[in-house]
């Protein structure tokens, strides 16, 4: 990070974490650059659970994709409160399926290399507070906080736009899929919104954590 050695009190990041090349280094420079009093903020997504639109992409690609290489992330990546949903995100997230169905080897090769995190990896209190305490927070401030946000979208099909333009991990692996499974997904996809929130201007949930802690 460019500024000095403990020359600010606050340093945050929305669901930027897992962009970064090296997010345990993004702790370490973090700690870095704040006093003694200082602290950190960030906002990673949540495990997807039933009827959110993370959800809907997990199952879409997990039913009609091909999923992402990096088998490791599954074994590093605490997903305690909700194993079917460790598996379906296996599909998108740097994961690796363990559903019978869905082993037919992995094919899209997400970039980053090996060291990546699974995605919701940090989404996890204990993994987040052992990530921190590593890059010097104190592990006793750690705060994990779970909300519920809203996406309002133009329609049933803005959901597949927005992953497929606006996202980092999940736009690589429907980039990497062939014509017709990604069509496939997007009518998957399509579908559960009208089935689930309708198809005009339908408001879509996903799930969010905001972890914090401070330096000392």
Same mark, same amino acid.
């Given at each position: 990070?460019?500024?000095?050695?403990?020359?600010?009190?606050?340093?945050?990041?929305?669901?930027?974490?897992?962009?970064?090349?090296?997010?345990?280094?993004?702790?370490?420079?973090?700690?870095?650059?704040?006093?003694?009093?200082?602290?950190?903020?960030?906002?990673?997504?949540?495990?997807?659970?039933?009827?959110?639109?993370?959800?809907?992409?997990?199952?879409?690609?997990?039913?009609?994709?091909?999923?992402?290489?990096?088998?490791?992330?599954?074994?590093?990546?605490?997903?305690?409160?909700?194993?079917?949903?460790?598996?379906?995100?296996?599909?998108?997230?740097?994961?690796?399926?363990?559903?019978?169905?869905?082993?037919?080897?992995?094919?899209?090769?997400?970039?980053?290399?090996?060291?990546?995190?699974?995605?919701?990896?940090?989404?996890?209190?204990?993994?987040?507070?052992? %990530?921190? =305490?590593?890059?010097?927070?104190? /592990?006793?401030?750690?705060?994990?906080? !779970?909300? &519920? @946000?809203?996406? +309002?979208? #133009?329609? %049933?099909? =803005?959901?597949?736009?927005?992953? /497929?333009?606006?996202?980092?991990?999940? !736009?690589? &692996? @429907?980039?990497? +899929?062939? #014509?017709?499974?990604? =069509?496939?997904?997007?009518?998957?996809?399509?579908?559960?919104?009208?089935?689930?929130?309708?198809?005009?201007?339908?408001?879509?949930?996903?799930? =969010?954590?905001?972890?914090?802690?401070?330096?000392?």
């Amino acid at each position: 990070l460019p500024p000095d050695d403990a020359s600010v009190d606050a340093v945050t990041c929305a669901f930027g974490v897992l962009h970064l090349a090296e997010p345990l280094r993004f702790f370490t420079e973090a700690h870095r650059v704040l006093t003694p009093q200082g602290s950190i903020a960030f906002s990673v997504w949540d495990v997807p659970s039933a009827d959110t639109g993370m959800r809907i992409v997990t199952d879409a690609i997990a039913e009609h994709g091909a999923p992402v290489r990096h088998a490791h992330a599954l074994r590093r990546g605490p997903h305690r409160r909700d194993a079917r949903a460790a598996r379906l995100c296996c599909a998108v997230l740097s994961m690796h399926y363990t559903d019978t169905r869905l082993r037919f080897g992995a094919q899209v090769e997400l970039p980053g290399g090996d060291d990546i995190p699974s995605f919701f990896h940090f989404a996890d209190a204990d993994a987040a507070t052992t %990530a921190l =305490a590593a890059a010097g927070f104190d /592990a006793s401030t750690v705060k994990v906080q !779970r909300m &519920t @946000l809203h996406a +309002q979208l #133009a329609d %049933a099909d =803005a959901l597949f736009r927005m992953f /497929a333009e606006g996202t980092a991990r999940t !736009r690589a &692996t @429907l980039d990497g +899929q062939t #014509a017709e499974r990604r =069509a496939a997904i997007r009518a998957a996809m399509r579908a559960a919104v009208e089935a689930n929130f309708g198809a005009e201007g339908p408001t879509v949930p996903f799930a =969010a954590v905001v972890v914090s802690a401070a330096c000392s």
